[in-house]
Every structure is written in structure tokens, then in C-alpha cells.
């Protein structure tokens, strides 16, 4: 199964983003790349340490790294981030992640690189880990949600405009593909877990679109999409929307690869609605 068109490639991904970010705010900071070469982690300059050596994390797969911290700064998170990037499509994503060795390690490696950072002390652990995705990067939050504590170990979960599946016999999306989602989703709507999922109306040839795929889950917690008009960061334009407990659902007119890169470029639209620890006040 293929993740999506060519132009979701991890290469298209790092070409001509800064021009559709002008409203982001810059985000500096310390970068440090980890024995996982895919794999970087990001302090920001505005980082506040918690008194109790708790830290907030971000793991996002698929995307530009400088376009995701950018999309922190704006929602003023304080956390730390870790982008994960393979050069391909969801395979790319799915075959390393399918190590269950390998969520563990990116949360292991990236703590103790921390511990022998300035104001980091050795106490420092993580409090929430957040994990999103955006198009391909959903082939490796698949395999983490479905290994033995990997749903358990993750806070929160974004899927922006990133969850794709093979086509079942009966044309919808293929069960066992859809399985984890599902699981964290019934979590989210009773309350227990944040899922927050975008999707755009961009077709696929032969695969089920994101939103298929939404229209499987919400199935399953017996929810609707409800119609909306809202205007949300940047290009991003709400036509629909469905929320309960802590499942929240955007989605979006376009059916474009502009209107599929606007979920990346603006991914900051749904990183507020994550519960990750926010700046108190700007100290810069």
C-alpha cells in the first residue's frame, strides 16, 4: 500500500515551506541528532524547566523539522521535540517502528541526551509524551499503538491529514490496518486519552483517503460530523467537525496537494489542542 502521491515524499517535504510560513514565528533553540540518524531532537530557546524535573516531549513523524518547531512556538508549547523522518512512504515509517525496540529507545536516547545538557538535572524524566504524524508518518504510529505498551506510553495522539489504510473486500478500510486507531480513539471519546485528527478530501488510488478512514472510526464511537464554517491558521478552512470526551475531529474542503501540505505547514492549528505544558510567559 502506498501512503499517498509522490509529493508527500519526505523530499518535497524540506523543499519551499518557509514561504507558507511567514506567520510562524521563528523557533531557535539546541539541536542534537541521535544514533537514530532519522531521528532529531530540539530544545527550545524558550524552554522552561519544571521545578520537578518534568518534562513534556513531542515525537512528530513526517515533516520539514524547522516547519514543526516553528508550529510549537505558535502554540507556545514548552516541550521538547523529536521529529522522525525516513526518506519514503509509509513502509519507510512502518518497517523501522515495527522494531518494538525502537519507540523505547527514541524515548531512552533522547532523555539521556538531555541529562548531559545545562539546566537539565538528573532527575529529569519525561511527565507527557505526545505523538503526532502527518501524511506517511502515520505507517510508524501504527505499529507503536499496537506493541505491548506503546498506547499505554503516549498522552496524546495528532493525526494530521495521516491516516491511510488498504481497501477491505466490503470497500471500506481494511480492519486489522484500522484496529489501533480505533482502540486510542474509544480511549479519547471516554476521556482517557486526547486524540485530536484533521483530514482533507485529497483522493487516493487504490487506498482508503483520511477521510474514510475518519468516517471508519466515527463509526465505531457512534459520532457524527457535524458542519462548520471556520477559519483556522494560515490556509487551514473547517468545514466539519466532531468532538466527544477528548476525541476531537477537523476536516477540511481541499483536494488538492496544497490543501494536503496545509495540515504540515499549519500543524500548529491542532498542536494548542494538545495537553502539553504551555509557556507560562514569554521570557525571550
Request: one cysteine or more; glycine letters at 8%.
Amino acid at each position: 500500500m502506498r501512503a499517498l502521491f509522490t509529493f508527500v515524499s519526505l523530499a518535497s517535504l524540506l523543499v519551499g515551506i518557509s514561504a507558507h510560513a511567514a506567520e510562524l514565528p521563528n523557533a531557535t533553540g539546541q539541536q542534537f541528532t541521535l544514533e537514530n540518524k532519522a531521528a532529531k531532537l530540539f530544545v527550545p530557546a524558550g524552554y522552561q524547566m519544571p521545578e520537578d524535573g518534568g518534562v513534556d516531549l513531542l515525537i512528530h513523524f513526517h515533516g520539514d523539522p524547522p516547519t514543526v518547531w516553528k508550529n510549537a512556538e505558535y502554540a507556545k508549547l514548552n516541550v521538547v521535540i523529536l521529529t522522525v523522518n525516513y526518506n519514503g512512504l509509509s513502509r519507510a515509517y512502518s518497517v523501522p517502528a515495527s522494531n518494538p525496540k525502537l519507540f523505547p529507545a527514541l524515548l531512552d536516547e533522547s532523555l539521556a541526551v538531555l541529562k548531559r545538557q545545562e539546566g537539565f538535572p538528573a532527575d529529569t524524566h519525561w511527565r507527557r509524551v505526545g505523538v503526532s504524524s502527518f501524511s506517511a508518518g502515520y505507517g510508524a504510529v501504527r505499529e507503536i499503538l499496537q506493541q505491548p505498551g506503546g498506547a499505554e506510553r503516549i498522552d496524546c495522539l495528532l493525526a494530521a491529514d495521516s491516516l491511510y489504510a488498504s481497501t477491505a473486500e466490503d470497500s471500506t478500510p481494511e480492519d486489522a490496518q484500522m484496529a489501533p486507531f480505533i482502540a486510542y480513539a474509544k480511549q479519547a471519546a471516554a476521556g482517557d486519552k486526547t486524540f485530536v485528527f484533521s483530514y482533507s478530501r485529497v483522493p487516493t488510488d487504490g487506498y482508503e483517503t483520511t477521510k474514510e478512514c475518519i468516517d471508519e472510526i466515527l463509526a465505531k464511537v457512534d459520532l457524527q460530523l457535524e458542519p462548520t464554517d471556520r477559519q483556522g491558521l494560515g490556509e487551514l478552512v473547517f468545514n466539519e467537525t466532531a468532538s466527544r470526551g477528548k476525541l476531537h475531529v477537523w476536516g477540511t474542503p481541499g483536494d488538492d496537494g496544497q490543501a494536503h501540505m496545509a495540515h504540515l505547514r499549519y500543524v500548529g492549528e491542532f498542536f494548542k489542542q494538545l495537553p502539553l505544558a504551555k509557556r507560562e510567559k514569554d521570557e525571550r
